[in-house]
């Protein structure tokens, strides 16, 4: 589709779209069509204020000759049902992480999508911010030496507006589909591995979700990472690097802009710490949207930054994590 803008669709009109929307009106290469929720009203209300077309018919949406590309942004359980009719209409996909509930939804999404040509992307939008490629290149440089260890905390206090999404086993809730899914794929991706083997513990809330886990994670060069999260709990929103030669201390790394970088060369005082800042764009949104537009006009049908191969195998860790609980959806 070289020379022609890419023509947006968006199922799902809560919060998160609304990001998605500005981003898609920032990118000088998209335009956004139309927008469908189950609820009318809310689809108008969104429609309004882009501009665009609205409608409560998922299947009138992904059926229009105009648009070329769907945002899923419904709650994790509809992901697979939502991107199978999109792909059964042969349109182009970026899936809201979790890119589903497990890894077998994973997989069949992934061969229909090769089998219709479509491109197809987990929507984890952090991993395109200046900030995460240049600690990603900082790390490559061997600046702090061999990485051996992660210490990452990723908790903290919903607000009420998502305790109802979070707590609720019908709508795939629980912190490790929503909020887990931020430190593993961070770790995987500055090792540019997955892990080898994998042991974790959670607590669950009242409703049979995990509201507190911990993941401890081995990779093939030996490094370990050791990740805790919470939606219920106030913890240090902060992600520690630690190699043999220094360490990288990255407050609010999920989307923060500065990280230091402390080198010790292997003694036991540091002799030198570089802040280092990378400006990110305060809609996070415009690097993954740029991403898709430069790869499907490109031909490609995934990313080579998130890899398909990728998602599914995050998928089946995190079926591993909540299988060592004991945990499944009352759907699965």
């Known amino acids: 589709m070289s020379g022609k803008s890419l023509r947006w669709g968006i199922i799902g009109a809560g919060l998160i779209a609304h990001k998605l929307a500005d981003a898609v009106n920032i990118n000088p290469d998209s335009t956004l069509v139309a927008v469908a929720s189950k609820s009318a ?13 609205s409608t409560a018919d998922y299947a009138a949406l992904v059926s229009r000759p105009d648009i070329d590309v769907i945002y899923i ?24 992480k979790p890119f589903t509930v497990n890894a077998a939804q994973a997989q069949e999404l992934i061969e229909l999508a090769a089998r219709n040509s479509c491109f197809m992307m987990e929507a984890i939008w952090v991993r395109f911010l200046p900030s995460m490629i240049r600690l990603k290149q900082i790390l490559k440089s061997g600046i702090i030496g061999d990485i051996k260890l992660f210490n990452i905390s990723f908790g ?45 513990f959670c607590r669950f809330a009242s409703t049979g979700v995990d509201e507190l886990a911990t993941y401890q994670l081995q990779y093939a060069s ?18 520690m690097i630690y190699g043999s030669l220094g360490y990288v201390e990255f407050p609010h790394f999920q989307q923060g802009d500065t990280f230091t970088v402390h080198i010790h060369n292997g003694t036991r005082t540091v ?34 930054i998130i890899p398909l191969r990728e998602t599914l195998a995050t998928m089946q860790l995190m079926d591993n994590l909540r299988a060592e609980w004991g945990f499944r959806y009352p759907f699965e």
């Open 41 to 53: 009203e809310r689809a108008q209300t969104f429609a309004e204020q882009y501009g665009i077309e």
């Open 156 to 200: 903290g206090i919903a607000q009420a507006q998502y305790l109802p999404r979070l707590t609720d086993p019908q709508l795939a809730g629980g912190v490790t589909l929503d909020m887990g899914i931020y430190p593993i794929t961070f770790v995987n991706f500055l090792l540019d591995d997955m892990p080898t083997a994998s042991k974790s």
């Open 271 to 304: 002799e030198r710490s570089d802040t280092i800042t990378e400006e990110n764009h305060g809609n996070g949104f415009i690097y993954q949207v740029a991403e898709v537009a430069r790869q499907i006009r490109a031909g490609k049908l995934e990313s080579d």
């Open 73 to 96: 942004a419904t709650t994790h359980n509809f992901h697979y049902e939502n991107a199978l009719l999109a792909l059964q209409h042969k349109k182009h996909l970026l899936i809201e």
């Open 222 to 239: 030996g490094c370990i990472a050791s990740i805790n999260t919470s939606f219920n709990l106030l913890t240090r929103m902060e992600a």
